[in-house]
């Protein structure tokens, strides 16, 4: 009787030394995702961009857009941004990202508040 191993994601009875190809069909099927993702994103980048950032209450009003013709150009558009704002307010661009940085990853307070008042 000769020795036989299990495949263990599809059960076949593999010969010693055999290579089971239930795989492939997912590889396959993985590298068309994979590829259909990378299509996705690089359209995405190369796709013309539009953002408006405005500020209406509080003492002045604020308006900006920026209009790209990709992805990477409005972030050149976002990085003028950030250093016309650095040098109105007398400080460096890092200190702004930082300041940013820490907006961003604080939660929200005034959500926290709005929701204490309901």
């Known amino acids: 009787m000769a020795k036989y191993r299990t495949c263990e994601k599809c059960g076949a009875a593999l010969d010693h030394g055999e290579i089971c190809d239930c795989g492939k069909g997912e590889k396959a099927r993985k590298s068309v995702a994979y590829e259909a993702n990378r299509a996705a994103i690089r359209e995405a980048v190369e796709a013309e961009v539009y953002i408006t950032l405005e500020k209406r209450k509080g003492s002045e009003t604020f308006k900006r857009e920026i209009r790209a013709s990709s992805a990477s150009a409005a972030l050149n558009g976002l990085a003028v941004l950030l250093k016309e704002c650095a040098k109105v307010v007398g400080v460096n661009a890092v200190e ?6 820490t907006v961003l990853t604080v939660p929200d307070i005034q959500g926290g508040e709005a929701e204490e008042r309901r």
Do not use: D
């Open 96 to 101: 702004v990202l930082a300041l940013l940085a």
